[in-house]
């Protein structure tokens, strides 16, 4: 008994979600949609505790003994530098060995066997499959495919096609969180339950459509009342109507627009998305002039004095480079914070977030 990418698609999501948490918590991580806000807080809190004890030679041994008694497996076979090396870099932090596939040609799949036997396999050697496909649906079919054949081990997804890239959605919201912080606590510890989304203004530009990241962040940001989403793309490139009816149904504020210059101005955060032109069915953005969508350092007269500038990256034209030294570019932060904040997810999933917070609470004050 599987459950097929068809069957999926046309499932409730609450019904999606519940197959892939177990006793409220995540078990495998696939959607967005499965992370409660207070996950989300949980999840901010842990990866700052982490970087914060990790400042110390001896709080690097403490996380090393988290988890050497577990292995992952890194099951990349879409490209990706950030999102696998900082999995890759988590995973040492956790002191917890790593093995990779970033090459199907070089896996018995050149012989003919299948990738669903190839994950059958790797759950037979790993104790987690972190998980980058091209292929929406895969992860999420492989998580109950394990599950049926009673072969679980937790699957999380590190981007599925056009779909979701939930953990970069948490990182970003980690990112947003720590730039719109005034105040922080002794070590640097600030709450992240406290609400700094509220009454923020985040632009969404580029490929609106295709931008998996982009997709994953707006389902995390209804669990936050009151901020206003503002969405800029191409006609063509706009936001598919899940996402649609999602900010429908959780009466999020939002509003499209076609200039990024005429609504810079009042934005606390902005969201920079390349062209995904890996996806194109024949050339069809070619077309498209994306030199509309682009922030460039001319805007920055209008900028708010606290506006942060995000985007997952890799960049191309759509982030000008000359941004790179404004103490409001926080797009280097955002590889940074996605260390912390994956590690902070591996923990979790292993239940060895209660250490963290005791070792925590016994050398820090916050
Ligand atoms: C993004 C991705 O792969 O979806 N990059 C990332 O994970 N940091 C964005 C992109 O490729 O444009």
């Excluded at 896996?107 to 972190?130: A, C, M, N, P, W």
């Excluded at 920055?300 to 890799?314: G, M, S, T, Y």
Aim: aromatic letters at 8%; glycine letters at 6%; charged letters at 25%.
């Amino acid at each position: 008994m599987t459950t097929d990418s068809s069957v999926l698609s046309t499932m409730p999501t609450a019904k999606r979600v519940a197959l892939l948490n177990r006793d409220d918590r995540l078990f495998h991580v696939i959607l967005a949609q499965q992370v409660q806000r207070e996950t989300i807080d949980h999840l901010c809190k842990l990866a700052e505790m982490i970087r914060t004890v990790a400042e110390t030679r001896q709080g690097v041994h403490f996380l090393r003994t988290l988890l050497s008694h577990k292995r992952a497996m890194l099951y990349f076979i879409q490209p990706s530098t950030r999102t696998f090396l900082s999995f890759a870099s988590a995973c040492q932090i956790l002191g917890m060995p790593y093995d990779e596939v970033r090459n199907p040609s070089v896996s018995s799949e050149i012989k003919g066997e299948t990738e669903d036997d190839t994950i059958r396999v790797l759950s037979q050697y790993f104790d987690l499959i972190i998980m980058r496909h091209p292929v929406e649906g895969f992860a999420e079919t492989m998580a109950h495919e394990l599950d049926a054949l009673h072969l679980s081990i937790p699957i999380v997804n590190g981007g599925s096609g056009k779909d979701q890239h939930p953990t970069q959605a948490l990182l970003d919201i980690y990112t947003l969180l720590r730039s719109f912080a005034e105040d922080s606590g002794p070590k640097g510890i600030p709450s992240f339950a406290h609400d700094r989304m509220a009454g923020k203004t985040i632009a969404f530009v580029g490929d609106l459509k295709r931008g998996r990241t982009v997709r994953s962040l707006v389902y995390l940001l209804g669990r936050y009342p009151g901020v206003r989403l503002r969405f800029v793309s191409p006609p063509e490139l706009g936001l598919e109507h899940d996402i649609i009816s999602y900010m429908k149904r959780n009466e999020m504020e939002y509003e499209t627009a076609s200039d990024l210059g005429e609504i810079i101005g009042d934005c606390d955060a902005v969201y920079m998305t390349r062209l995904q032109d890996e996806y194109d069915i024949k050339g069809e953005s070619k077309s498209i002039d994306y030199d509309r969508f682009r922030l460039s350092a001319d805007m920055a007269p209008q900028f708010k004095p606290n506006l942060a500038i995000l985007h997952p990256l890799p960049r191309r034209n759509e982030l000008d480079r000359a941004l790179d030294t404004d103490p409001r570019a926080r797009y280097w932060d955002q590889v940074k914070n996605g260390m912390w904040m994956r590690a902070a997810i591996i923990a979790y999933i292993f239940n060895a977030d209660a250490a963290i917070l005791d070792h925590f609470q016994s050398h820090y004050t916050y």
